[in-house]
């Protein structure tokens, strides 16, 4: 069942969402060549604590550590490590934080150093999938809006959507209904409401959409061994249009770039 959050429960879940949008921010000016992912985790630890939250991922489902850090052919769910990132690498950074009893999850791929034309091309389609697919999260749209409009985009490039994986409702769980594939057909799926809270997150590869998962039980990586890309936003249906929760501005505040992706996604 999708539970509809009130006026004052939205306000509550942008304060959570803020706290990964500000973390991620954080962590943009301290990717770089040499840098492990398991030190880039203990900074997002102690970042989430100086702002009254918890680590959202920490502990769920025995998860080790406070960030998801998957660098190149992993797709989603690697654990931090003490292998140092090199030039030329990407690394999705997902992260989770708890704060007044609701969940943020939100999720961006941050190139290290330079990195190649095609690789810059899939974190690009990537992130622009994400509001492909947001800009369809509207009352009277279905869950297969969104996933089908991911879909048509990203597959337009060649790309390789992952099936296993989904985004999802968020809430007081990490994990609500509905489950929100980045794939699916136009009119299908259940129905959108106003006050519901999603986690949208394409997990894009650039060749294959297959994968496998390391016998840790946790990473999931492109089963040929491609890169793959992960953007997340939580997104609210306010007025029965999407309303972003979260932010990259906080990333691109550090790193000096100029967007006005999300300017349409503001009331
Ligand atoms: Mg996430
Ligand atoms: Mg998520």
Known sequence: MIIAKTTEEIELMRESALVVSKTLGMLASEVKPGVTTLYLDKLAEEFIREQDAIPGFLGLYDFPNTLC????????????????????????????????????????????????????KLLTVTKESLYVGIRELKVGNRVGDVGHAIQQYTESFGYGVVRELVGHGLGRKMHEDPEMPNYGRRGRGKKFIEGMVVAIEPM????????????????????????????????????????????????????????????????
């Open 204 to 267: 894009i590869n650039m060749g294959t959409k297959n994968i496998k998962q390391l016998r840790d039980g946790w990473t999931i990586l492109t089963r040929d061994g491609k890169p793959s890309a992960h953007f997340e936003h939580d997104v609210a249906i306010v007025n029965g249009k999407p309303e972003l929760l979260s932010t990259f501005q906080y990333i691109y505040d550090a790193l000096g770039i100029e967007s006005d992706e999300e300017a349409e996604f503001r009331q």
């Open 69 to 120: 850090m998957s660098p190149n052919a992993q797709v989603v769910h690697g654990i931090p490590n003490n292998t140092p990132l090199v030039e030329g690498d990407i690394i999705s950074i997902d992260c989770g934080a708890i704060k007044n009893d609701f969940y943020g999850d939100h999720a961006y791929t941050f190139p290290v150093g330079e990195v190649t034309p095609e690789v810059t």
